[in-house]
Antibody, heavy 117, light 108 residues
Framework: EVQLLESGGGLVQPGGSLRLSCVAS????????MRWVRQAPGKGLEWVSA????????SYADSVKGRFTVSRDNSKNTLYLQMNSLSADDTAIYYC??????????WGQGTLVTVSS | EVVMTQSPATLSVSPGERATLSCRAS??????LAWYQQKPGQAPTLLIY???TRATGIPARFSGSGSGTEFTLTISSLQSEDFAVYYC??????????FGGGTKVEIK
C-alpha cells in the first residue's frame, strides 16, 4: 500500500524558514516523480514543485521560485521542501504527491504551514 | 501558462441524479487531464487521468470525457459519499501544472 507521510509544518514568523519532509513507503520511491501541492485555507489547489526520480529535473511555481528548494533522498525514501523567506501568502496545507501517468495518484495527509507574527 | 476554468462553481444535485461538471483549458492539453475529488478535511483523491481512465478503485459511476480544451466529469447516479469538491488539472504543458478552481457538488 502506498503511503506518504508529511511532517515539518508549524507556525513561523514572516521571513522565516521551514523544511517539510515526506516519507514514502509501499512503492519504489526512486522510480517516481514527486510533487508538492498546497492549499491555502478555504481555497483551491496550487502546484508548488516537482522533482523526478533521479533529481535531475526540478521545477517550481513562479510564486515560490528562488525561495523554495525541493530535494529527495532516495536512500531514505524521503522528499523535502526547504522553504525560505516565508510570507503570509505561503500559509497553506502542503501535500506531497506521487505521480501516476501525469496525475497525482497518491497524496499524503498534508502538513499545515502558518506564517504569522 | 494554461488556465483551467471549471463550471459551475457549485452544483446542487439530488441523490441518485446525474451530475455533469465541466472543465475548460485556455489552450489544448490533448488528453493530459486529471480529475480529483476532495472531501472536507481530507487530501484530494485521483479519480480520472488521461481524461477518461479511471484510477484504481474508482467506481464506474465516475466517467471522464473530452480532449483538447473541453472536458467533462460525469457522475451517473450521485451517492451520499460523492458530495465533495472536484478539481481538474492539466499536465500537458508544464511547468506549471495548473488546476481549475473547483466545483462543489452539494445536496439539493
Amino acid at each position: 500500500e502506498v503511503q506518504l507521510l508529511e511532517s515539518g509544518g508549524g507556525l513561523v514568523q514572516p521571513g522565516g524558514s521551514l523544511r517539510l519532509s515526506c516519507v514514502a513507503s509501499g512503492f519504489t520511491f526512486s522510480n517516481y516523480v514527486m510533487r508538492w501541492v498546497r492549499q491555502a485555507p478555504g481555497k483551491g489547489l496550487e502546484w508548488v514543485s516537482a522533482i523526478d526520480g533521479g533529481a535531475r529535473s526540478i521545477s517550481y511555481a513562479d510564486s515560490v521560485k528562488g525561495r523554495f528548494t525541493v530535494s529527495r533522498d532516495n536512500s531514505k525514501n524521503t522528499l523535502y521542501l526547504q522553504m525560505n523567506s516565508l510570507s503570509a501568502d505561503d500559509t497553506a496545507i502542503y501535500y506531497c504527491a506521487k505521480d501516476l501517468n501525469g496525475g497525482n495518484g497518491h497524496w499524503g495527509q498534508g502538513t499545515l504551514v502558518t506564517v504569522s507574527s | 501558462e494554461v488556465v483551467m476554468t471549471q463550471s459551475p462553481a457549485t452544483l446542487s444535485v439530488s441523490p441518485g441524479e446525474r451530475a455533469t461538471l465541466s472543465c475548460r483549458a485556455s489552450q489544448s492539453v490533448s488528453i493530459n487531464l486529471a480529475w480529483y475529488q476532495q472531501k472536507p478535511g481530507q487530501a484530494p483523491t485521483l479519480l480520472i487521468y488521461g481524461a477518461s481512465t479511471r484510477a484504481t478503485g474508482i467506481p464506474a459511476r465516475f466517467s471522464g470525457s473530452g480532449s483538447g480544451t473541453e472536458f467533462t466529469l460525469t457522475i451517473s447516479s450521485l451517492q451520499s459519499e460523492d458530495f465533495a469538491v472536484y478539481y481538474c488539472q492539466q499536465y500537458n504543458n508544464w511547468p506549471p501544472l495548473t488546476f481549475g478552481g473547483g466545483t462543489k457538488v452539494e445536496i439539493k
